[in-house]
């Protein structure tokens, strides 16, 4: 847990979606992607001041915890998925604690659905209020999370530029049909096998990860014709009439060239920074 929380740094967007067939196809195509957004993004190549021989460690360390709370949930791409199937998903993962008077309640692997039949030994005859449930839900570390919207949670933190790159990725792709529809169609035949393996060879190979015959770099620039298209579409201007494509110049560039933000970095600490990460905190910091 200390991996995650003290030494890692992600930042999130959060998506509405319309309906649950749009909750749908907006869940497989992030998920399937998220990896993408990683390799992009992927700004963690250093820990204890030296290369840690990864290009997002903080995407790793979350393949490396528990796997029953993290992960590419491979049901959500099988026929029939929908808001009650993630609820069982839920339901299965174990408890972690529950809060009463204040307290927190150590309930480490115990069954919320025996918590739901009063039946949970640590708070006998006690049933769960929705602020339980919320509790619950708040423990669960999937690559996308489903709340009352779509949590994206595979991307480095990184400076104020990129901040903005990453909801314009996201609403780039999700929020026109057409552009959704587009971006299912790069991934709708790979395989739970392929999705996983994109996830594990991400935070180490970057855009460099195979994919088929292909590299995430291919795939990322593809992804990023769509979002831009999607963006257009949206139109939403600011005062001096731009659209927001201009926020995905930057990840249109580390596609180009396929050098992300932690290439640069291990780039830099083998040669200008003489192997002294403290320049980082020097040239990062915002």
């Not at 963690?44 to 290009?55: D, M, T, Y």
């Not at 935070?203 to 014709?225: K, S």
């Not at 291990?266 to 920074?273: E, L, N, P, S, Y």
Request: hydrophobic share 40%; charged share 25%; glycine share 6%.
């Amino acid at each position: 847990g200390r991996q995650m929380m003290f030494r890692s740094c992600t930042v999130q967007t959060n998506l509405d979606f319309a309906s649950e067939a749009d909750m749908v196809k907006k869940m497989r195509v992030s998920l399937a992607l998220q990896p993408v957004a990683t390799a992009l993004f992927a700004n963690s190549p250093f820990a204890e001041g030296r290369l840690n021989g990864f290009q997002s460690y903080r995407a790793h360390v979350w393949t490396d915890t528990d796997p029953d709370r993290t992960g590419m949930l491979p049901f959500v791409f099988e026929d029939g998925f929908g808001f009650e199937q993630y609820v069982d998903y839920v339901l299965d993962v174990p408890m972690y604690f529950a809060r009463r008077g204040g307290q927190y309640k150590d309930c480490s692997g115990k069954s919320f659905r025996s918590f739901l039949e009063g039946e949970l030994d640590v708070l006998p005859g006690d049933k769960p209020a929705l602020a339980d449930f919320e509790d619950h839900l708040s423990t669960i570390f999937p690559e996308v999370r489903l709340k009352t919207f779509l949590e994206m949670r595979g991307a480095d933190s990184g400076p104020w530029s990129r901040l903005c790159a990453l909801p314009a990725f996201w609403v780039g792709l999700m929020y026109d049909a057409d552009c959704l529809d587009a971006a299912w169609d790069l991934v709708k035949d790979w395989t739970e096998a392929e999705r996983e393996s994109l996830r594990r060879n991400a935070p180490v190979m970057g855009l460099a990860a195979p994919i088929r015959t292909e590299t995430l770099q291919d795939v990322a620039i593809r992804v990023l014709e769509i979002a831009r298209e999607g963006l257009k579409r949206r139109a939403m201007l600011s005062v001096s009439g731009d659209d927001e494509t201009g926020f995905l110049t930057e990840l249109e560039e580390i596609a180009r060239t396929g050098l992300n933000p932690a290439q640069v970095l291990i780039a830099k600490f083998k040669t200008d920074w003489n192997g002294d990460v403290r320049h980082a905190f020097k040239e990062c910091a915002f």
